[in-house]
């Protein structure tokens, strides 16, 4: 929005402050089920603080500038892999993939398929369309 715009804008704003609405206790009528959220917890329960993700600023910025070249040598254990035989060994597989989900675009599509194999009462059974 040009500069010229936004301070009349701005201004109009400022002049019928009054006429608009800035909280939903300002808007009468208002459903308030429309604007608040329920969610369905136990009272009992209590709330869990995950500590951020830090990552190396120095491997961060190289990231950001230049992207990440695969080392062969480096994936080599990964791409020999053989696969999993079974749940424990496929969640195993994903808590290690997990650590990397922030350089693999598209992770979550990549491993849809292994969803039916980590449902309970379900054989495990590593087909070709989950390689």
Same mark, same amino acid.
């Given at each position: 929005?040009?500069?010229?715009?936004?301070?009349?804008?701005?201004?109009?704003?400022?002049?019928?402050?009054?006429?608009?609405?800035?909280?939903?206790?300002?808007?009468?009528?208002?459903?308030?089920?429309?604007?608040?959220?329920?969610?369905? $917890?136990?009272?009992?329960?209590? *709330?869990?603080? =995950?500590? %951020?993700? &830090?990552?190396? @600023?120095?491997?961060?910025?190289?990231?950001?500038?230049?992207?990440?070249e695969v080392d062969r040598?480096?994936?080599?254990? $990964?791409?020999?892999?053989?696969? *999993?035989?079974? =749940?424990? %060994?496929? &969640?195993?597989? @994903?808590?290690?993939?997990?650590?990397?989900?922030?350089?693999?675009?598209?992770?979550?599509?990549?491993?849809?398929?292994?969803?039916?194999?980590?449902?309970?009462?379900?054989?495990?059974?590593?087909?070709?369309?989950?390689?």
């Amino acid at each position: 929005m040009a500069s010229t715009a936004n301070a009349k804008l701005i201004t109009l704003l400022k002049q019928y402050s009054d006429i608009f609405a800035w909280t939903y206790d300002e808007m009468l009528g208002l459903d308030p089920s429309l604007v608040t959220h329920h969610l369905d $917890i136990f009272s009992n329960s209590k *709330p869990i603080k =995950q500590h %951020a993700q &830090k990552y190396h @600023l120095d491997l961060e910025a190289k990231i950001k500038e230049e992207g990440i070249e695969v080392d062969r040598d480096k994936i080599k254990s $990964i791409m020999e892999m053989l696969p *999993p035989q079974s =749940q424990k %060994a496929l &969640k195993k597989f @994903l808590g290690k993939l997990s650590y990397l989900r922030r350089f693999i675009p598209a992770l979550a599509e990549i491993t849809f398929s292994f969803g039916t194999l980590l449902k309970e009462n379900h054989k495990f059974e590593w087909l070709q369309e989950h390689q």
